[in-house]
């Protein structure tokens, strides 16, 4: 198994621009999330999904979208980046609720001038 | 929503010494509190995580207590070796997960 894996590993954007970050699971896990982790601010809840078809927003979904088209893949978009997006954004898949050990990806590291 | 504050947010130690971390949360429907080990440019690892219904719970050289009246638990770990040097993650659920700002743990050797 490869785990949690996400693509890019380190991205470079100028202000307005849109990218994807990519987010894939091999454990056939329901629920995943999308994180982001700023210097003292731990890590915030973006989105997640509990399964295809299902998403909702978490602490700080503003700037952000998601979709989940399938069990294994979680695309995390910027529509129109902002420097406030300057971050690095881990991605995680858990089986079932919350209350269960989350397994995260190694992060994409984005910044945004 | 459920707020987790973790203190202190660095500690250093003495190789051999004991390391703890507390940590508080305000959503008294919590029932699940995680604690995660991040080591540099790696994503968080689950190392212990203790559930609403126990006190205590061990594992090797890490312990976890949860005091739900206080609303608060704690990280030990016990003859801190240089591979514990890591940033540490608090967490607590009600309906999702809530993160603490983490602690940068140093042991010096």
């Known amino acids: 198994n490869a785990g949690v894996t996400q693509t890019p590993k380190f991205q470079v954007l100028k202000t307005g621009q849109s990218m994807t970050l990519q987010c894939a699971q091999d454990?056939?896990?329901?629920?995943m999330s999308w994180y982001r982790q700023d210097p003292g601010m731990g890590l915030r809840l973006i989105h997640y999904?509990?399964?295809?078809?299902?998403?909702d927003q978490g602490e700080v979904p503003n700037g952000y979208n998601v979709s989940r088209s399938t069990t294994e893949d979680f695309p995390l978009r910027l529509l129109s980046a902002a420097p406030s997006q300057t971050s690095v954004y881990f991605c995680?898949?858990?089986?079932?609720?919350?209350?269960?050990?989350?397994?995260f990806g190694p992060g994409t590291r984005l910044t945004v001038l | 929503g459920e707020n987790v504050e973790q203190h202190p947010s660095t500690l250093s130690v003495q190789e051999g010494d004991s390391a703890v971390i507390k940590c508080t949360y305000s959503?008294?429907?919590?029932?699940?509190f995680p604690w995660y080990k991040q080591e540099l440019g790696k994503g968080p690892q689950l190392i212990i995580d203790?559930?609403?219904?126990?006190g205590e719970k061990k594992d090797q050289r890490i312990a976890v207590t949860l005091n739900k009246t206080a609303k608060h638990f704690s990280l030990h770990i016990t003859e801190t070796q240089p591979e514990d040097s890591a940033v540490y993650f608090c967490?607590?659920?009600?309906?999702?997960?809530?993160f603490g700002a983490g602690t940068t743990v140093t042991v010096r050797a």
């Open positions: 999904s509990v399964g295809a078809g299902i998403t």
């Open positions: 967490a607590a659920n009600d309906y999702k997960l809530s």
């Open positions: 454990m056939n896990h329901e629920y």
């Open positions: 203790i559930r609403s219904n126990v």
């Open positions: 995680a898949s858990n089986p079932g609720a919350p209350n269960n050990e989350q397994f």
């Open positions: 959503d008294s429907a919590s029932n699940y």
